[in-house]
């Protein structure tokens, strides 16, 4: 089972930028098929935000897309969330996950957007 560890997050103005990471132990980010990040606002369920698969193909829900950018490094055994033109919506607790380890969720990195 791989550990998954979050940072990145912050108070930002709208319109700022913030770069997540999430940190790969316990195995090779090049084994993972797919990787994911999360996000899950006070009173909302959690909702899927970028998706990476094979580190080549991407997915972005509708409410980030031209905005933010999921990459992975793997000599960093690291995923990227790049986000910018950030919204007061954008506040969340931010989430990885990697698919083929089921439950490997990190303990998150909170994004708060407020001017």
């Known amino acids: 089972q791989v550990q998954l560890v979050e940072s990145g997050g912050g108070l930002v103005q709208p319109g700022g930028s913030l770069r997540l990471s999430c940190v790969v132990s316990?195995?090779?980010?090049?084994?993972?098929?797919?990787m994911g990040w999360y996000r899950q606002a006070p009173g909302k369920e959690r909702e899927l935000v970028a998706r990476v698969s094979s580190g080549i193909s991407t997915y972005y829900a509708d409410f980030v897309k031209g905005r933010f950018t999921v990459s992975r490094d793997n000599v960093k055994n690291t995923l990227y969330l790049q986000m910018n033109s950030l919204k007061p919506e954008d506040t969340a607790m931010y989430s990885c996950a990697a698919y083929d380890y089921p439950g490997s969720w990190g303990q998150g990195t909170q994004v708060t957007v407020s001017s």
């Open positions: 316990g195995g090779s980010i090049i084994s993972i098929k797919a």
